[in-house]
């Protein structure tokens, strides 16, 4: 059940249909992995791509192998059958950083909350104390860097909904001393904090009284205030409070799918870009393409209306009936539309690779579908006209640039 509450955290499907899609989604991919590289046009340039990533750093911004490994329990120092993430496939795909998530569900108290981000930083800190050789902790930047020059892989922790902070602003000096990064403000409910862009409720036009006592605090203490999740007036209000540069950490542009809040308008990226900050692109398929979300919401309904359970055999011969005319699935293409679309709203120095593994279930890009498909998005910027410069600010060279500013801020 908590697998399947995180493949939907950011969607706005049911878990059930989710699941189905999974098996559609293997097929699409399946199709499309047939082309022989000995006969591909673009292989020189996929060389180039497996270069680039394999000589620089990359960082993702939001992967959620903590919740995933708390319901799944896994290894991830070793190859594993399920998941996006793991070391190996990571240094396949050449990532080298992590901003490892510590999720709280909008279901739990402020206490249990904090009982939930203890139990995910200690998963975090088993894998540098497990194996010291691999694995490290790390805490600013220049430990990033000073990580990847060590070949040692960096997890980085982060909170994802402010839920746990309750009325207690002294919480967010602990959350600082654990080594949280960012906090993401809100979730897929409204809290104490702020309101939530999936929550028709909103109770605070944006900010809370507390929410700004949040901020100040966060720029304080040098923890990047994330909106991700936070509905547009809070977004407005957190750039005009923060004297800090503020971070989405997974989302992508609602120019490529209208009315959909969870991405962001081109006026917000604008903004977010003014004060210095970053926009990380999220890569689930629903955020990516207003066609996917808009058959998946298609046939949900219909299974409804139908009663008809995803696991079912008539459920399951609908889907993929369905899914014989109606697209289900986008690909790196499309990914990089997003990114590219924040380059020529904002500029180059302003987004990043935010993609929300182990959050988003299969809704992925059918040509990136875990850690190992970086250089897939990589030759896609190549054939773009993307330098080996430009490229590197978006594997990690923005989001560090902006981690820095905020640490200096303090």
């Known amino acids: 059940m908590d697998t399947l509450r995180k493949a939907l955290k950011t969607s706005s499907v049911s878990n059930k249909v989710v699941v189905t899609f999974g098996l559609v989604i293997l097929i699409v991919m399946t199709s499309s992995c047939k082309n022989s590289p000995g006969k591909d046009p673009d292989i020189k340039l996929r060389q180039e791509a497996e270069r680039i990533c394999q000589t620089n750093l990359i960082l993702d911004s939001h992967i959620d192998w903590p919740d995933f490994v708390l319901a799944n329990p896994k290894d991830i120092s070793t190859h594993t059958s399920n998941g996006d993430f793991d070391l190996v496939r990571a240094r396949k795909g050449g990532l080298d950083a992590v901003l490892s998530v510590a999720y709280i569900s909008t279901d739990l108290d402020a206490g249990k909350g904090r009982l939930m981000v203890d139990s995910m930083l200690k998963i975090i800190r088993h894998y540098p104390e497990a194996y010291p050789d691999k694995f490290a902790v790390s805490t600013t930047p220049g430990e990033v860097r000073s990580n990847f020059s060590k070949g040692l892989f960096s997890l980085i922790p982060c909170l994802e909904n402010g839920s746990p902070v309750g009325e207690d602003l002294k919480y967010l000096e602990y959350l600082k001393d654990q080594g949280i990064a960012y906090i993401t403000l809100c979730h897929s409910k409204t809290n104490l904090i702020c309101d939530s862009n999936f929550d028709p409720e909103r109770k605070w036009n944006g900010l809370s009284p507390l929410g700004s006592e949040v901020i100040r605090e966060m720029n304080r203490l040098g923890i990047m205030v994330d909106i991700s999740h936070s509905s547009d007036s809070t977004v407005l209000q957190a750039l005009r409070l923060s004297e800090a540069p503020v971070i989405a950490s997974h989302s992508s542009c609602r120019h490529f799918v209208p009315g959909f809040e969870r991405n962001l308008p081109d006026n917000l990226i604008r903004v977010i870009a003014e ?36 696991d079912s055999k008539e459920g399951n011969d609908l889907i993929m009936e369905f899914a014989k005319t109606h697209r289900l699935v986008c690909d790196s293409k499309q990914l990089v ?23 988003v279930g299969p809704l992925k890009p059918s040509d990136v579908p875990d850690v190992s498909g970086y250089p897939v998005i990589v030759f896609e910027l190549l054939k773009r006209g993307y330098s080996e410069d430009d490229i590197v600010k978006i594997l990690s060279g923005n989001f560090l640039r902006v981690w820095e500013e905020v640490l200096q801020n303090i």
């Open 275 to 310: 004060k210095n900050g970053v926009i990380m692109v999220n890569f689930c398929t629903q955020f990516l393409d207003s066609v996917c979300l808009k058959n998946t919401e298609e046939i949900q309904q219909i299974l409804e209306s139908r009663n008809l359970r995803y």
């Open 337 to 359: 539309d997003h990114i590219e679309h924040v380059i020529k709203v904002a500029g180059i120095d302003y987004v990043g690779l935010g993609s929300d593994f182990d959050g």
